[in-house]
């Protein structure tokens, strides 16, 4: 049985950073693409960065700069380092995994009901001005 645990969100200010994590058990990072979402209430989920089992990474235009995606596959654990955060990043977010995907696929369309496989059950993250 696969379980993918987020951490780490939490309250900032703007201009501050978070560190999210994800831990995984029941499932090989290295055999998987995985990536970060975000979704807000009566949204759909968007993806915000992702890395796929060759190390390559994608993320959203608005993040693009600020955000780093990493992983440790001995760890089996996933990474999103967040840094200059803005009010707008504020929201839920969600670590995920997906066999077959490359990191510009799960980026795009991992979100969606045919998209990433496995699920966290998200963290919350809080930016005030």
């Known amino acids: 049985q696969v379980h993918l645990v987020e951490s780490g969100g939490g309250s900032v200010q703007t201009g501050g950073s978070l560190r999210l994590s994800c831990a995984a058990s029941?499932?090989?990072?290295?055999?998987?693409?995985m990536g970060w979402f975000r979704q807000g209430p009566g949204k759909e989920r968007k993806g915000v960065a992702t890395i796929d089992s060759d190390g390559n990474t994608e993320y959203a235009d608005s993040v693009k700069g600020r955000f780093t995606i990493s992983k440790d596959n001995g760890k089996n654990t996933l990474y999103l380092q967040m840094s200059n955060l803005k009010v707008e990043d504020s929201d839920m977010y969600y670590c995920a995994a997906g066999s077959g995907f490359t990191a510009f696929q799960a980026l795009h369309i991992g979100g969606l009901e045919s998209g990433m496989e496995y699920w966290g059950t998200g963290t919350r993250v809080t930016i005030s001005s």
């Open positions: 029941g499932v090989t990072y290295s055999n998987f693409c």
